[in-house]
């Protein structure tokens, strides 16, 4: 059983920057594909980013092409959502996910992924 512990979120003006994090139990962190989504008031929860098991590829949204970066740190059991140039759009609860496996296909469905963490909330205002 893995436990994960979102962290970071908080409320930023148009044009900032945010780094959440992603606090993972247990000792197989290293073995897990990850991911990032986010679910906004009224929508579908969507796909922000994944990278894989050792970090070495990555897979983002359109919209988070170069605004967001994914990165991991397996000796931490942590991973991270950087995001700059925030607009109103970004705003939603962001949640980590992990997958009981190195390599996932269709990284960017929910359904891929065995954990989930509870959240933490991103406020972007004007």
């Known amino acids: 059983q893995v436990q994960l512990v979102e962290s970071g979120g908080g409320l930023v003006q148009t044009g900032g920057s945010l780094r959440l994090s992603c606090a993972a139990s247990g000792r197989t962190f290293g073995t897990y594909a990850m991911g990032w989504f986010r679910q906004a008031p009224g929508k579908e929860r969507e796909f922000v980013a994944h990278?894989?098991?050792?970090?070495?590829?990555?897979l983002y949204a359109d919209y988070a092409k170069g605004r967001f970066t994914i990165s991991r740190d397996n000796a931490k059991n942590t991973m991270y959502l950087q995001m700059n140039s925030l607009i109103l759009e970004d705003t939603a609860v962001y949640y980590c996910?992990?997958?009981?496996?190195?390599?996932?296909?269709?990284?960017?469905?929910?359904?891929?992924?065995?954990?989930w963490g509870q959240g933490t909330q991103v406020t972007v205002s004007s």
């Open positions: 990278i894989s098991w050792s970090g070495s590829s990555t």
């Open positions: 996910a992990a997958a009981r496996s190195r390599t996932i296909v269709e990284p960017a469905t929910t359904d891929r992924y065995d954990y």
